[in-house]
């Protein structure tokens, strides 16, 4: 077996007994693209292996997806099937695990009227709240990982010739994901143990605030009272392991919903909805976003602002060393799930219920209640950068450095 098959065999094996944790006679629902179908396959086999019950797979295809953005009617864009949605609750609700496969073209519907788009995703947000407050308060196991397709690999590396292109961004997936590795399950296991000396420090803090300073930010967010840090794997509703995002650097919590003031500059593109959003600014008052500016994407940004009431508002913040690994790559991914932890980042939108005492067993509105922003979406972008300084405030007034030069400084 080749070396490439080899660590091809060990991320599909660390996706399903790190990533979702499959445990025995539990379904499994994967939702991934049809540029991937080969490593796909990989991940059934191994689920099975592993005990799954059944393992569906939710195909999408980058080419139709396209193609339904620029000819179906503005009304079927604002469809989205009941019977997915309530599938998908169904399963969650039923002790399921779920696992998204990334590969899509970042540029995929660039030139497509941003209308169009929202439409669709405040549609799909809409039929999906209750199945995502499920997975966004750790009650289903669930995991998102990434396999490249030939769009996605050719924006990463536009200089490499096309016969390089997919499997440089397979290496590059590899390393930031602990394949390249002896063990990579003892290797996770390892970083999530590090990260957690992290989340213990900053919940040990209770800081009151964090106050952001780098070139074009100048932010400070006031922390939930009851907030918690949480970082690298969860545990679900009985109680089983999972790891919701390979790769992972960050640790984070829940920002207070009206506790946010000032301004913020973007360090990194966004990929969004199939478009990217580049070199942007948001300004907040009292929480709220009230000014939004871009050099790219500007409208796809308001259009995402503009979702719903919530999406005025941040639902996360997350803390990740300017030294990390994938930063240390210096490749841009174009991809959040990677890019997001080379960097620090927040994020518009939604709320993790995990992030606040007792918030698990909390409804959604419970939570707005306790100050816990509520959305129908949630989307990260990357604020952090080399010269980043963040400080702790205190209850009493006064400041400890968390981050200097824009690395952990503890």
């Not at 439409?119 to 809409?126: E, I, N, P, V």
């Not at 400070?220 to 509703?237: F, K, Q």
Request: aromatic share 10%.
């Amino acid at each position: 077996m080749s070396n490439f098959n080899q660590n091809l065999e060990k991320y599909a094996e660390l996706a399903v007994r790190v990533g979702v944790n499959i445990q025995p006679n539990q379904n499994l629902t994967i939702n991934a693209s049809t540029e991937v179908l080969e490593f796909v396959r990989l991940v059934v086999k191994k689920a099975y292996e592993a005990g799954a019950r059944n393992v569906y797979v939710e195909w999408h295809d980058d080419v139709i997806t396209r193609t339904r953005f620029e000819l179906a009617s503005e009304e079927a864009l604002s469809d989205y099937p009941e019977w997915k949605a309530k599938g998908l609750e169904t399963l969650a609700e039923n002790d399921g695990a779920f696992m998204s496969i990334i590969s899509s073209d970042p540029d995929l519907l660039s030139g497509i009227d941003p209308k169009r788009i929202a439409a669709s995703t405040k549609a799909a947000g809409m039929a999906l709240t209750k199945y995502r407050n499920y997975l966004q308060a750790d009650k289903a196991s669930w995991t998102v990982i990434a396999a490249p397709s030939k769009e996605w690999a050719a924006k990463v590396f536009p200089n490499e010739s096309e016969d390089k292109q997919v499997e440089k961004l397979w290496e590059a997936i590899f390393r930031t994901t602990r394949i390249d590795q002896a063990d990579p399950v003892e290797a996770w296991k390892q970083h999530n143990d590090s990260l957690h000396t992290k989340v213990e420090y900053l919940n040990n803090k209770r800081y009151k605030k964090l106050h952001y300073k780098a070139d074009g930010t100048d932010l400070t967010i006031e922390l939930h009272p009851t907030h918690t840090w949480v970082g690298a794997g969860s545990e679900n509703e009985k109680g089983n392991f999972f790891m919701a995002n390979m790769p992972t650097e960050e640790v984070f919590t829940v920002p207070l919903r009206n506790g946010v003031n000032g301004v913020v500059q973007s360090t990194k593109p966004l990929s969004y909805s199939g478009n990217l959003i580049d070199n942007f600014s948001l300004t907040f008052e009292d929480g709220r976003i009230v000014s939004v500016k871009a050099e790219k994407g500007e409208a796809v940004l308001k259009q995402l602002v503009e979702t719903d009431e919530g999406s005025h508002y941040l639902g996360e913040i997350a803390l990740v060393a300017h030294d990390s690994p994938i930063s240390q790559s210096g490749i841009l991914f174009y991809n959040t799930l990677f890019d997001e932890n080379a960097s620090n980042h927040l994020a518009i939108g939604n709320g993790y219920a995990f992030c606040v005492e007792g918030g698990k067993k909390m409804s959604r509105e419970e939570l707005e209640k306790v100050g816990v922003n509520s959305s129908l979406t949630h989307v990260d972008f990357m604020i952090g950068a080399a010269n980043m300084d963040i400080d702790g405030i205190k209850e009493d007034g006064t400041s400890e450095p968390i981050f200097r030069n824009g690395t952990w400084a503890f």
